[in-house]
């Protein structure tokens, strides 16, 4: 080597030098993932928007295509399939992303109240709002959408009661639960068919029917 050559391989390069030029490497990889992600993740959730959108717009009479929602979303088919290999996976992400806005919803009611009664009425009344005419629109048609219109209001509960129970627990355990997992289970199976059952019958919420539920899940509650 002359004296005006540089020999940038890392095999000549002293160990902590080396260590530097990988420690560049990383950085930059890491800030292009971080620019991918974020680009993805702004795919996702424009498509989770517009198949939201032209769900509703169909209601339970017209099931939207891939064509329709990437057009809604303003973007192509190829991103569509980068995220979801098929229309079904998307309406799963779709029920999912509602469950969780439902659960974080339930949660900003209940820590409303410090009375732990109260902030199960709270619940109660947080899951029956989704059968409300503002947004009954859109859960019947995402249900139709995942089930069809026979199996609709019975995928419901697999989906939402997970999250939606683990709420509870703890609001349970101070009301004296013997088995708060159990019963917070057992609370959101009958919120989630009460729910059902309003979405079925095009009838929203009274404040009668979220008394109703809430006296019922107090009294099911496994003594200590």
Not at 103 to 111: E, L
Request: proline content about 4%; aromatic content about 4%; charged content about 25%.
């Amino acid at each position: 080597m002359t004296n005006l050559e540089v020999d940038l391989s890392y095999d000549s390069a002293a160990p902590d030098e080396a260590d530097r030029v990988d420690d560049v490497a990383a950085r930059i990889a890491k800030r292009a993932l971080a620019k991918r992600r974020a680009d993805y993740a702004d795919e996702i959730r424009r498509l989770l928007d517009a198949a939201l959108s032209v769900m509703t717009a169909g209601g339970v009479t017209a099931k939207p295509r891939v064509v329709d929602i990437v057009a809604a979303a303003g973007l192509s088919n190829d991103a569509f399939y980068r995220h979801f290999p098929s229309k079904d996976a998307l309406v799963a992400a779709l029920l999912e992303d509602g469950s969780e806005r439902l659960a974080r919803y339930a949660a900003h009611q209940m820590a409303k109240e410090s009375d732990p009664r109260l902030r199960v009425r709270r619940w109660v009344a947080a899951i029956l709002a989704q059968a409300d005419e503002q947004t009954a629109a859109a859960t019947l048609s995402v249900l139709w959408n995942a089930a069809g219109p026979g199996l609709a209001l019975e995928a419901g509960p697999g989906v939402v009661g997970s999250g939606l129970a683990t709420l509870l627990r703890d609001t349970l355990a101070e009301l004296g639960s013997a088995a708060p997992d159990s019963d917070a289970a057992l609370i959101a199976h009958v919120a989630i068919g009460t729910l059902a059952d309003l979405l079925r019958q095009r009838s929203g919420p009274t404040e009668d029917d979220v008394d109703r539920i809430t006296a019922f899940c107090l009294r099911a509650l496994t003594p200590g």
